[in-house]
């Protein structure tokens, strides 16, 4: 009996130890990092190979989030400077060849003049800013090297930063792109807004539809305009920042989808032939998308 209890005492001192002993939970914390309830996986970031920000990026719902100000000084130590702007949380990193704005909220930043999308959208998480690797990658020109198993990502730098976007862009497609999507859709979400300009493009991919935007725009072949405001002085006015950077990320690539070419709000169209006719594919906000 009394070496039962000589065993139970040694096993309850063996609970206790093995309970005090942090291993598992520092390990979960050099793994994760807790904000607001929500537990962020960390991801090791290299440049070039070489170790930069070690248990700093965060996986945000699949999208690796850097530190803003850490990133872009860890591309740029000498020449470049970020200032944060409290009042409308925005920052702004300088150069002598590229400026780059991120904005909280926002599910872009703006690099050289170019509105690079993601679906992540820019937070302050523990006091930082964080934006979407690939974006701010893309803005310094360099390529995304994944290794899973390390959970870690190497930043392949090309001496390149991004182009500007008044030589990327086609200034006439901007031009009448962004108003169009200003006259159809200036009080939607963005991603109503992406979606128009989305049709437009994809029409201009069509065969069925003339091959640039102006033309598509003013497109009255078949007895009346195909978008109402192009008849109308709404086509005329100064677009909205958030219609201007719907047309940029339309005009990056972005897509919703390949096959939206018609759109109409159903609640107000007078007109059924689209709803009577086409596929639906999407609502986004008030509007309809159809193929």
């Known amino acids: ?29 050099s793994d994760y990092v807790i904000y607001n309830n929500v ?8 440049l070039d190979g070489n170790i930069i920000l070690e248990k700093s990026a965060l996986l945000v719902d699949g999208v690796t989030m850097v530190p803003f100000r850490a990133i872009c000084n860890a591309f740029d130590q000498e020449n470049g400077s970020v200032t944060w702007y409290e009042k409308t949380s925005k920052a702004i990193y300088m150069s002598k060849y ?23 959208e ?4 523990n006091n930082t800013m964080y934006v979407p690797i ?13 290794d899973g198993q390390t959970r870690s990502a190497n930043l392949v730098t090309s001496g390149k930063v991004i182009l ?49 935007v102006y033309d598509v725009v003013f497109d009255s072949r078949y007895g009346m305009v195909q978008f109402h405001p192009a008849e109308t002085p709404a086509i005329h006015e100064t677009p909205i920042e958030e219609a201007v950077a719907a047309a940029k990320i339309a005009l990056e690539g972005y897509r919703l989808s390949d ?26 906000g008030n509007h309809s998308f159809y193929s």
Request: a positive charge; aromatic letters at 12%.
């Open 134 to 146: 690939r974006s701010v990658a893309l803005a310094f020109g360099a390529k995304i090297e994944w």
């Open 164 to 212: 500007p976007g008044s030589s990327f862009y086609n200034q006439d497609d901007l031009y009448w792109l962004s108003r169009i999507i200003n006259a159809e859709s200036k009080y939607e979400p963005l991603l109503g807004k992406i979606a128009v300009a989305n049709v437009v493009l994809n029409r201009v991919d069509s065969a069925y539809f003339p091959n640039n």
């Open 1 to 29: 009996m009394k070496r039962i209890r000589i065993i139970m005492s040694l096993l309850m001192l063996t609970v206790v130890f093995l309970s005090a002993v942090p291993i598992q939970t520092n390990a979960l914390r």
């Open 39 to 46: 537990r962020y996986p960390v991801v090791d970031l290299k």
């Open 98 to 120: 590229l400026k780059i704005t991120a904005v909280k909220g926002r599910n872009y930043i703006e690099a050289n003049g170019r509105c690079l999308y993601n679906t992540e």
């Open 259 to 284: 096959e939206i070419l018609y759109f109409c709000n159903v609640k107000l169209s007078t007109n059924t032939w689209i709803i009577d006719n086409c596929k639906f594919q999407m609502q986004i």
């Open 122 to 125: 820019v937070k302050i998480i």
